[in-house]
């Protein structure tokens, strides 16, 4: 492990930001312009984000590493970049929809104020940045490179799914003495949850500000799709009557 200890928007955090903000410029200029039916860029992405995030969380569970109060692969940032991938390489429009609510608002929170402990070049380090920045980019890019936008329908698939998440693992922290998600106290570093108030007050109002901004985001989607066209075999056409 590095000893070097992570400041916030130091040398290292501006440069992550950085790699993210060129990241976004290139997706959207790029991948626009690209013939690309098969979306090769998104596969190509998905094999990257899988390759660099998958053996960095495996390191997490060798002795040097291993800590089942801080390394789990339980946080709401890394299921994010596992649906990510599946997004990716599918186009499935619920993992489309996680990955856009998730990536767009929880996990750009917490590229914000990230709660890091080493440096660059420690292999958490890496991991924080690779996973955060990815899902980022998987976001941007089946967004609004693609035009796979949400609905309502998924809007709710994403609130459940979020839900069910919450419940598992404020569980698990109650069982093993973790705080994953900060879902049992808020972290040790400077956040935004500092502005909603003592614990339980302050998951609560996250619940209902995400619900909120998640509906927030869906809606100029839903308002730009056209109604589809009906199916004439769902409504075959009237028989004409004779005179």
Same mark, same amino acid.
């Given at each position: #492990?590095?000893?070097? +200890?992570?400041?916030?928007?130091?040398a290292?955090?501006?440069g992550?930001? *950085?790699?993210?903000?060129?990241?976004i410029v %290139?997706l959207?200029?790029?991948? &626009?312009?690209? &013939?690309? /039916?098969?979306?090769?860029?998104?596969?190509?992405?998905a094999?990257?984000?899988?390759l660099?995030?998958l053996?960095?969380?495996l390191?997490?569970?060798?002795? =040097?590493?291993w800590n089942?109060?801080?390394?789990?692969?339980?946080? *709401?940032c890394?299921?994010?970049?596992v649906?990510a991938?599946?997004?990716?390489?599918?186009h499935l429009?619920?993992?489309?929809?996680?990955?856009?609510?998730?990536?767009?608002?929880?996990?750009?929170?917490a590229?914000?104020?990230?709660?890091?402990s080493?440096d660059?070049? +420690? *292999?958490?380090?890496?991991?924080?940045?690779? #996973?955060?920045?990815?899902?980022?980019?998987?976001? %941007?890019?089946?967004?609004?490179?693609r =035009?796979?936008?949400?609905d309502?329908r998924?809007?709710?698939?994403?609130?459940?799914?979020t839900?069910?998440?919450?419940?598992? %693992?404020?569980?698990?922290?109650?069982?093993?003495?973790?705080?994953?998600?900060y879902?049992?106290?808020k /972290?040790?570093?400077?956040?935004? @949850?500092?502005?909603? =108030? /003592?614990? /339980?007050w302050?998951?609560?109002?996250e619940?209902?500000?995400?619900?909120a901004v998640?509906?927030?985001?869906?809606?100029p989607?839903?308002g730009?799709?056209?109604p589809a066209?009906?199916?004439?075999r +769902?409504?075959?056409? &009237?028989? &004409? @009557?004779?005179?």
């Amino acid at each position: #492990m590095d000893d070097r +200890d992570f400041t916030a928007y130091g040398a290292s955090h501006l440069g992550a930001v *950085l790699v993210l903000v060129l990241g976004i410029v %290139v997706l959207l200029a790029v991948g &626009r312009r690209l &013939r690309d /039916p098969g979306d090769l860029l998104g596969k190509t992405l998905a094999v990257f984000l899988a390759l660099a995030v998958l053996p960095l969380q495996l390191l997490y569970f060798t002795p =040097g590493y291993w800590n089942p109060v801080r390394t789990l692969p339980v946080q *709401l940032c890394d299921v994010a970049a596992v649906v990510a991938v599946v997004a990716l390489w599918t186009h499935l429009r619920w993992a489309v929809a996680l990955t856009y609510f998730w990536g767009i608002t929880l996990t750009t929170q917490a590229v914000i104020t990230p709660d890091l402990s080493t440096d660059f070049p +420690d *292999l958490t380090f890496l991991l924080f940045w690779v #996973m955060h920045i990815g899902t980022v980019w998987a976001a %941007v890019h089946l967004t609004w490179t693609r =035009g796979i936008h949400p609905d309502w329908r998924r809007y709710g698939v994403a609130v459940a799914v979020t839900a069910v998440w919450a419940v598992a %693992v404020f569980c698990l922290n109650l069982a093993i003495g973790s705080n994953y998600g900060y879902l049992n106290a808020k /972290p040790g570093a400077a956040t935004a @949850l500092d502005l909603l =108030g /003592p614990w /339980p007050w302050y998951v609560l109002a996250e619940v209902a500000i995400i619900a909120a901004v998640w509906a927030l985001m869906t809606w100029p989607w839903v308002g730009r799709e056209a109604p589809a066209p009906q199916d004439s075999r +769902d409504h075959p056409p &009237r028989p &004409r @009557l004779a005179p």
